[in-house]
């Protein structure tokens, strides 16, 4: 087994939305025969975006898998893929593909290239420690200048990028590319999709430009490789061929090198060096570490082999619904081995599962599978509770992997059924909705009996609602997008909170005396300190507090809204032998907060939005003064292409809408892209018009 799974590459493709992700993906099922005819994303028919929502807009909204394979020097290899979305709304997909995955290629346009997104992707991907190449794609279009998107890596994204290759032509008249390895020319004939590729000699005009980037590329790996260091000072002649490919693998793989590559994915241009690139450079399952977790019956940490012999460890890094199979929970086998049928511990319930059925999956269609061992990507079926980021592990050996953490919605809408009779029908979709995206939260508004769905922006929340007609048949009608405004506190504040309650028989009684203030720096969630001595509040009662003050922060007191984190230290109290019980020192601590809170001077905390806007030099003027009207901070203006450049930071509220805004001011052809950047302070006349419209929505209510 250990052979195979030598041969086994786990790869995600990643990149800013437009980058040409799902067209490489395309070519790559094409060469490697898994599909016949190459599927267009402008014309709706890519495989990999199976969706109908995929395909009516061109994007991909769904990480989608598939397995294919690939021949390199005689040896097949197997290539599970995981194509990812590039848009910043389904940022939960890449995360959680990175999470499993031992590799990655990051793509980048030649003419765009370092954009908002690719900077997201590529900080999940140093997160999670994945090794991976860089393909800059699109040397066709006009404009494309592939060493500059080289110096974009280095300098944006602080990587150590070191090409493998140098184009031949660019734009219209780009062929092929310099090998700088073998050095010699790829040229790709378009008659045949690509498929057939000649090895010539090095253009005469492009020798001496060769030269140098060859020098280069010995030099990177020269600084990452004493052997190849002594040779090069040596006799840098005597560096074979091999050796260089076995020190590029080596670099790449420990983090050390980013090799890049180029082409046209659209043409049919460098897939099938690609390709070769992902099996040379990028890790097998036996290249990454023992994967480590914790034993939950001890907490000891303990750690899995990617061996077919160890106990299993699986993780679910997504769940979704398919209309023939029911729920699909796709899983990464660390060690050991599933077979269909058997039974499987889900470490967060405690309680066993059973397999019904193992697929190996290709988009959205399953070929079914007798067992799957360590190294592979899998999706089961049969499970009754499993959520993204559980662990399945052996009964025998329990394991309990690091979960996955994903980013809090920053935007809401409140949406109703338009009949009865879909009332029904709306909980168990949204549930079923929730299931599949861990940042897609639903809330039911007590005071105003509204379902609110949250999201992670206007585009997250209107495919959501699009899924909830076409695939639940569910109408609804929705309210305006509500901003998710945070609560903080600035001060601290000592306080005590007697909670007695004599109800004839046995009553309710519980004393604790705490100290609010903001939680340190990098905390997010409570901070909770236990520094009550000698047993004035015995041990079984302390949780109850710490529960307390965790609930009470879904519900701030300026207007409701949460807080991401607060520190709570329990300096003392006391408890009746008889009347004090868990429940009476829990709704303690949640009248404390109710009481204490109003005296740390809380404010409203707003999401603030990372806004980069590319426009036509002549339209500039128009773009900053619109940001500025919606209080936003202009940080940054280049040159970028014939265009501008403008980064800006700008609060979620005053964004609403404004691509069509966008769209009005430059006559269409500036593009923007927007994320997620932090919470801010309120300025105190807009929180105060804020806070008044959701106390007058709450009393109307």
């Given at each position: 087994?250990?052979?195979?799974?030598?041969?086994?590459?786990?790869?995600?493709?990643?990149?800013?939305?437009?980058?040409?992700?799902?067209?490489?993906?395309?070519?790559?099922?094409?060469?490697?025969?898994?599909?016949?005819?190459?599927?267009?994303?402008?014309?709706?028919?890519?495989?990999?975006?199976?969706?109908?929502?995929?395909?009516?807009?061109?994007?991909?909204?769904?990480?989608?898998?598939?397995?294919?394979?690939?021949?390199?020097?005689?040896?097949?290899?197997?290539?599970?893929?995981?194509?990812?979305?590039?848009?910043?709304?389904?940022?939960?997909?890449?995360?959680?593909?990175?999470?499993?995955?031992?590799?990655?290629?990051?793509?980048?346009?030649?003419?765009?290239?370092?954009?908002?997104?690719?900077?997201?992707?590529?900080?999940?991907?140093?997160?999670?420690?994945?090794?991976?190449?860089?393909?800059?794609?699109?040397?066709?279009?006009?404009?494309?200048?592939?060493?500059?998107?080289?110096?974009?890596?280095?300098?944006?994204l602080g990587a150590n990028p070191v090409p493998l290759q140098i184009p031949i032509g660019s734009e219209d008249s780009f062929e092929g590319v310099v090998d700088l390895i073998e050095m010699r020319a790829v040229i790709w004939h378009e008659d045949q999709f690509g498929v057939r590729y000649e090895m010539e000699d090095i253009p005469s005009d492009m020798i001496e430009e060769a030269g140098e980037w060859r020098a280069r590329l010995i030099e990177s790996l020269a600084e990452t490789d004493d052997s190849i260091l002594e040779q090069f000072l040596d006799d840098p002649e005597s560096i074979s061929n091999d050796q260089v490919l076995s020190t590029i693998r080596q670099a790449a793989v420990n983090l050390k090198i980013v090799p890049v590559l180029c082409g046209a994915a659209f043409k049919n241009k460098g897939i099938q060096r690609l390709l070769d690139a992902v099996v040379a450079f990028l890790p097998s399952p036996l290249d990454i570490e023992a994967v480590k977790g914790i034993n939950p019956r001890n907490d000891d940490v303990v750690s899995r082999k990617p061996d077919p012999s160890e106990p299993m460890a699986a993780l679910a890094f997504k769940i979704a619904t398919d209309p023939y199979v029911g729920r699909l929970a796709f899983l990464r086998i660390y060690s050991g081995r599933i077979d269909a049928g058997s039974q499987v511990l889900n470490v967060r319930t405690g309680k066993r599962e059973r397999i019904t059925r193992l697929y190996q999956m290709h988009a959205n269609k399953q070929n079914p599978k007798e067992f799957i061992e360590a190294g592979d990507i899998i999706a089961a079926v049969g499970f009754k509770d499993l959520r993204t980021g559980d662990t399945l592990c052996d009964e025998k050996k329990p394991i309990l992997l690091e979960s996955i953490i994903f980013p809090e919605p920053v935007i809401g809408v409140a949406i109703e059924p338009k009949t009865q009779q879909d009332m029904d029908k709306l909980g168990l979709a949204l549930n079923k909705l929730a299931e599949e995206d861990p940042t897609f939260k639903v809330k039911y508004d007590e005071n105003s009996g509204q379902t609110l769905i949250n999201g992670m922006g206007e585009l997250h929340l209107e495919i959501l609602v699009d899924r909830l007609k076409r695939e639940f048949k569910v109408d609804c009608n929705q309210g305006a997008p509500q901003v998710a405004y945070r609560e903080a506190i600035t001060g601290?504040?000592?306080?005590?909170?007697?909670?007695?309650?004599?109800?004839?028989?046995?009553?309710?009684?519980?004393?604790?005396?705490?100290?609010?203030?903001?939680?340190?720096?990098?905390?997010?969630?409570?901070?909770?300190?236990?520094?009550?001595?000698?047993?004035?509040?015995?041990?079984?009662?302390?949780?109850?507090?710490?529960?307390?003050?965790?609930?009470?922060?879904?519900?701030?007191?300026?207007?409701?809204?949460?807080?991401?984190?607060?520190?709570?230290?329990?300096?003392?109290?006391?408890?009746?032998?008889?009347?004090?019980?868990?429940?009476?020192?829990?709704?303690?601590?949640?009248?404390?907060?109710?009481?204490?809170?109003?005296?740390?001077?809380?404010?409203?905390?707003?999401?603030?939005?990372?806004?980069?806007?590319?426009?036509?030099?002549?339209?500039?003027?128009?773009?900053?003064?619109?940001?500025?009207?919606?209080?936003?901070?202009?940080?940054?203006?280049?040159?970028?292409?014939?265009?501008?450049?403008?980064?800006?930071?700008?609060?979620?509220?005053?964004?609403?809408?404004?691509?069509?805004?966008?769209?009005t001011l430059t006559s269409g052809r500036a593009t923007s892209t927007m994320e997620f950047s932090h919470y801010e302070k309120v300025s105190d006349d807009i929180a105060g018009k804020i806070l008044e419209s959701s106390t007058g929505r709450k009393e109307s209510a």
């Open positions: 087994m250990s052979r195979s799974l030598k041969y086994t590459r786990n790869i995600g493709i990643m990149a800013h939305i437009d980058a040409g992700k799902t067209t490489t993906t395309e070519r790559i099922l094409f060469y490697t025969g898994i599909t016949h005819r190459m599927g267009e994303v402008h014309d709706g028919a890519a495989a990999m975006d199976w969706m109908v929502q995929e395909q009516e807009r061109g994007i991909t909204i769904t990480s989608a898998a598939t397995t294919t394979f690939w021949k390199y020097n005689d040896e097949e290899f197997k290539i599970n893929i995981i194509d990812t979305p590039g848009h910043v709304d389904f940022t939960v997909e890449v995360e959680r593909s990175l999470r499993v995955l031992d590799g990655a290629v990051a793509v980048f346009c030649a003419v765009g290239g370092v954009e908002p997104q690719s900077e997201t992707v590529w900080r999940q991907a140093d997160k999670y420690k994945v090794p991976r190449l860089a393909f800059v794609n699109k040397m066709d279009r006009s404009g494309a200048d592939f060493l500059s998107v080289v110096a974009q890596i280095h300098e944006k601290t504040v000592e306080h005590r909170e007697l909670f007695r309650k004599q109800t004839g028989g046995r009553g309710k009684f519980a004393d604790i005396i705490i100290k609010i203030s903001p939680a340190d720096e990098g905390v997010t969630g409570l901070q909770f300190i236990n520094e009550v001595k000698g047993g004035n509040i015995p041990r079984e009662y302390i949780p109850s507090v710490e529960k307390g003050f965790k609930e009470a922060m879904q519900n701030g007191v300026l207007a409701g809204y949460p807080l991401d984190s607060l520190k709570v230290v329990l300096l003392d109290g006391s408890y009746h032998s008889v009347d004090s019980d868990s429940l009476s020192f829990e709704i303690a601590a949640k009248q404390a907060f109710r009481h204490a809170l109003p005296k740390t001077k809380p404010v409203l905390l707003e999401p603030i939005m990372k806004v980069e806007v590319v426009t036509p030099e002549e339209y500039m003027g128009d773009v900053i003064s619109d940001f500025n009207k919606r209080r936003g901070h202009i940080e940054k203006m280049e040159g970028k292409a014939g265009a501008r450049l403008i980064r800006a930071r700008v609060p979620l509220a005053e964004q609403f809408g404004y691509v069509t805004v966008l769209r």
